[in-house]
Every structure is written in C-alpha cells, then in structure tokens.
C-alpha cells in the first residue's frame, strides 16, 4: 500500500525489524530513498551540509519550511519529520506550539523533531497534547554546541550516563513517539533502549537501537568532512567531480555539444 506511515506507526515499531531512516532536503532524492525507508527528516544539518554554514545555528524556520516541501513532495509513504531549528522553540512551549504549527500547516508532514531532553520535556508534553507529534533528540545536541565545546561524544564516563538516562526517561513521559539518540556510547544506548518504551533512533550510537538514521550527504560521500560513525556507502561527491571536469574538457574541446545535442532547421 502507498499510505504515508504516521508517528503512531514508527512507535508501533519499538523492538520489531530495525527502523530505517535519513535525512532529506531534496524532492528527488527524497524520492529515491522514499522506497527504503520509514522515515525522512528534514533536519537542520541542512545548514551545514547544503548551505555552508559551520554549524546548525544560522538556520531560519524558513529554510526548514522551504526544505520541507520539497521533500514532501518527493516522498510520498515515509513518515517526514521536520527539525526546528535553533530559537523557534526554546522560549516557551507557547513559542514552540506557534512555530511548530507554522511548520506543519506549511509542509504538512507528520511531526517535528527538537533537541533537549528534560529541559524541553515541558514543551514536549504541550505540543502532543495539541497535536504536534515530537521526536526527541538527546546526547549530542548540535544546537548547544557552543555549550558541549564543539561536537563531542556523549556518555563516555558513568558520570554522565545519568543526566542523559533522565533526559531519556523525561521525553518518553512528556509524549515525544520516538527519540533521537547522537553520539552515545554503546552501553549506555543499550541501556536507554531496554528501559524507554519508545523507539530509539541512532545516529553515532551503536546497533543496540531501535532504528538508525545519517546525513544523507554523509553516508553518500558528498560531505567534505564526516564523524567516524559515519559509513560512506556512496562515492557521489567524486562522482559529481568526474563529470564536471569531464563536462569541462569537452566544452574547451568542442566535444560537447555533439551534433545529437544540437538543433538542426526543419527546412
Ligand atoms: O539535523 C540532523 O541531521 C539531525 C540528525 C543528525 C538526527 O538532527
Ligand atoms: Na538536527
């Protein structure tokens, strides 16, 4: 069936086949990756990694909205999940509810994604209430990094484990359907995800969870840098310098255009 999977449908999915999903921001690609997975998001990694910014921060709701649509566009079974971007939600639960409303009339996906786990729970609990289904994010959150120091894994030492099993337990008791878990150590994961009756989502965080998700550009070879839990199962950034530098010598050599690129007169 081509129905569009909801949120309800990826929390049904806690401890059955693994979730699979990526990020998005391209009504073609999401198109293709449309057949793969359960879940797209429109993340604000999108900044980074199509804009150029150095951080996730710079982002305005707009791009995410403009984002959004393309990708809707282009999926049409994946449940799309919408970031908020940096300062469109942290103020208030109010300020969260109007913006993220903006968000969903706009490209009408199926939820929205923030970071912050017991600080956010809050807000977490009024959007749910009111319609907005939340996916969590907690671990690294790359909003804060200027609080982290830069983007460091988390949950590395037993001191930290238990702010970040907290903020586990205070998003899943707010509402949120499924929880973002960035950069953790393996047991720690493990952990979170035995003990959450939510869907654990990783990115940087072990096999143990219910589901995984990368930057597509990341794992397809198109970002200059990328963490070491990235895999790169595509060589796309080598393979668009291929062709432009082979488009390049035939423009300077004539090659291109070829006689069956070029328009003849019909008489
Ligand atoms: O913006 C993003 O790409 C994300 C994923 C890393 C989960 O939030
Ligand atoms: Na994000």
Redesign the pocket.
């Known amino acids: 069936t081509s129905k569009r999977l909801t949120a309800p449908d990826i929390t049904a999915r806690k401890g059955k086949d693994p979730i699979v999903s990526l990020?998005s921001y391209h009504a073609h690609t999401a198109a293709i990756a449309d057949k793969y997975v359960d879940f797209l998001?429109v993340?604000?990694?999108l900044g980074m990694v199509m804009h150029g910014f150095e951080s996730?921060l710079p982002v305005p709701l707009e791009l995410m909205i403009l984002h959004g649509r393309a990708v809707m566009r282009g999926a049409k079974h994946a449940l799309v999940v919408v970031?908020m971007p940096f300062g469109s939600y942290e103020e208030s639960p109010q300020q969260a509810f109007r913006n993220a409303a903006l968000v969903m009339k706009e490209t009408q996906c199926g939820a929205i994604?923030l970071e912050g786990g017991k600080r956010m729970a809050e807000t977490i609990r009024f959007l749910s209430e009111r319609g907005i289904p939340v996916m969590a994010?907690i671990g690294l959150t790359p909003q804060s990094i200027n609080i982290l120091g830069g983007f460091k894994t988390q949950g590395r030492t037993q001191a930290q484990w238990a702010i970040i099993e907290e903020d586990a337990q205070a998003v899943t008791e707010a509402g949120a359907f499924a929880v973002?878990l960035?950069a953790i150590a393996e047991p720690l994961a493990a952990k979170i995800t035995r003990t959450i009756p939510i869907p654990t989502i990783g990115?940087g965080a072990s096999p143990a969870c219910d589901g995984q998700?990368l930057?597509m550009e990341d794992m397809l070879g198109l970002s200059p840098r990328v963490p070491k839990f990235v895999k790169e199962f595509g060589k796309v950034g080598a393979a668009i310098e291929g062709a432009i530098r082979m488009y390049a010598e035939d423009v300077r050599s004539r090659a291109f255009p070829a006689p069956e690129n070029t328009y003849e007169m019909k008489d």
């Open positions: 990020t998001l993340g604000d990694s996730t970031d994604k994010h973002v960035e990115i998700i930057v």
